[in-house]
């Protein structure tokens, strides 16, 4: 189970480092997703998460989201290359249970993974 933690070290925390995703990072989407991501600077993959208030109001809501993006990464992190990611989510994340927002991640990790082999 050590693989599928999720450290500190594996978060974008640093508001310096959301910034530089923002500016230069390359865009990638999918239904429910934004992603921007750029070379990391550590060699693990990390992700940074943004579900703002326009997702919706609750934050019940909004966590839900953030857990379902958090175990998502979780499952796939080690078979990423050493990227920085920040996960946008759009409105239309909330109006969709579970079992579709983990489906649209897992095709956003593909796309992510194969534009960072790139």
């Known amino acids: 189970m050590g693989s599928a933690r999720f450290p500190h070290a594996a978060r974008v925390t640093r508001p310096a ?18 992603a921007q991501a750029v070379a990391g600077t550590t060699d693990i993959a990390r992700l940074g998460l943004a579900v703002s208030r326009r997702v ?15 175990e998502s990464f979780r499952e796939i992190r080690s078979e990423l290359p050493a990227i920085d990611i920040l996960l946008i989510a759009r409105e239309s994340a909330d ?24």
Request: aromatic share 6%; net charge positive; glycine share 4%.
């Open 17 to 34: 480092d959301f910034l530089r995703l923002r500016r230069t990072g390359q865009r990638v989407g999918v239904r429910h997703f934004n």
């Open 56 to 70: 919706s109001t609750d934050a019940v809501r909004r966590n839900r989201i953030k857990r379902i993006a958090r």
């Open 95 to 118: 109006a969709h249970d579970n079992a579709t927002l983990r489906a649209d991640l897992q095709t956003l990790w593909r796309r992510l993974a194969a534009v960072a082999r790139e």
